[in-house]
């Protein structure tokens, strides 16, 4: 039972921090990771309340709980907190909201898994490995994908908006509907193949956006860059910021801590500036204008401030130690 539990709460946490990762560009918040993985659990109660008092009241039975009300419900609830993040602004591009969209349904995952195992009693060590690959990861990666549409969608229109998240969320409502009927008619061998195809391959599917719309973003930012007249060697800074703590970490007893780190930082901010620059070319968010001029001066403000710190002569030598096809971008998009 304890290995049944530390599995059911790790291996989630472990498929969290690999998504974590992939977000090169925008500065790694950690806070607002945890805010949303708190959500997650926070809306699994939520639903739990909800549904129990459904059934409760004979309402629902718990076949209809389970095929219409737990997709529908659930979904929604993790949804809302992406959806929130989105309204604020505090997305920048498809890939954070892919990660915080995880994180809400990895914290949902991680809370119903809790239960489950508790009320199993002598749930086994397969039982426990087979609901993370599958039902887990499948609360993560629809959350995810709503996350990265909402990220992908930002500057648009609040109608335009709610257009594709509508539709993005029945569509994830739908999968979660058909897992759940294919559990439902399932059993053994074939049930826990069925399940963890579908919790692995949404995974992938998710994993296949991320690695797309990195590559989009890193052509958008150096646009972006090129049209403020930002010189190359800056461009590849911001678009380049995992390389340079690549870099940055294997000269750091040369450099310095203190200084190594502000040079991570400072690549980070660039790539920061750089995908505000663009939010702010395609925005058709008059009413947020205000707001995203004030990202991008505290942005800046930064920067020059790091110009300060580092100096001239560290930050051209950073960006000698750039590999050379990468500075070989062209100088237009």
């Not at 925008?26 to 945890?34: F, I």
């Not at 397969?126 to 690959?133: I, N, Q, S, T």
């Not at 257009?163 to 029945?170: F, R, S, Y």
């Not at 994993?207 to 990195?214: C, D, G, K």
């Given at each position: 039972m304890i290995l049944a539990v530390l599995i059911a709460i790790v291996i989630p946490l472990i498929f969290l921090y690999v998504i974590w990762t992939l977000e090169i560009?925008?500065?790694?918040?950690?806070?607002?990771?945890?805010?949303?993985f708190a959500w997650g659990i926070a809306a699994f109660f939520i639903a739990l309340i909800i549904q129990s008092e459904l059934m409760r009241l004979t309402l629902l039975t718990p076949l209809q709980v389970r095929l219409y009300s737990a997709p529908i419900l659930e979904e929604t609830l993790q949804a809302l907190g992406i959806f929130y993040l989105?309204?604020?602004?505090?997305?920048?591009?498809?890939?954070d909201g892919a990660a915080y969209g995880f994180a809400i349904?990895?914290?949902?995952?991680?809370?119903?898994?809790?239960?489950?195992?508790?009320?199993?009693?002598n749930a086994s060590f397969?039982?426990?490995?087979?609901?993370?690959?599958s039902v887990s990861l499948l609360h993560a990666y629809t959350t995810g994908i709503i996350g990265a549409v909402a990220g992908a969608t930002i500057y648009m229109r609040f109608r335009n908006r709610v257009?594709?998240?509508?539709?993005?969320?029945?569509s994830m409502i739908l999968v979660h509907h058909v897992y759940n009927v294919v559990t439902l008619n399932l059993e053994g061998t074939y049930l826990i193949v069925s399940a963890v195809i579908i919790g692995m391959g949404g995974t992938g599917i998710l994993?296949?956006?991320?690695?797309?719309?990195?590559r989009a973003e890193r052509k958008w930012i150096n646009q972006a860059l090129i049209a403020e007249g930002v010189p190359l060697?800056?461009?590849?800074?911001?678009?380049?910021?995992?390389l340079v703590a690549q870099m940055v970490e294997h000269h750091r007893e040369e450099i310095g801590a203190e200084r190594a780190d502000l040079l991570v930082r400072y690549s980070r901010l660039m790539a920061q500036r750089g995908m505000i620059l663009r939010t702010m070319s395609m925005s058709q968010r008059e009413d947020d204008d205000a707001a995203l001029q004030q990202q991008l001066d505290d942005v800046n403000r930064q920067i020059d401030t790091m110009h300060d710190q580092l100096g001239l002569y560290t930050r051209v030598w950073l960006q000698n130690m750039l590999p050379a096809p990468a500075v070989s971008l062209p100088a237009e998009a």
């Open positions: 560009y925008a500065v790694r918040r950690v806070g607002l990771l945890a805010a949303s989105a309204r604020r602004l505090y997305l920048r591009y498809a890939v349904g990895t914290g949902f995952a991680i809370a119903e898994n809790m239960l489950y195992l508790s009320l199993a009693g397969e039982v426990a490995v087979a609901r993370v690959l257009i594709i998240d509508v539709i993005t969320l029945v994993i296949a956006i991320i690695t797309f719309a990195l060697g800056d461009r590849m800074l911001a678009m380049e910021p995992e």
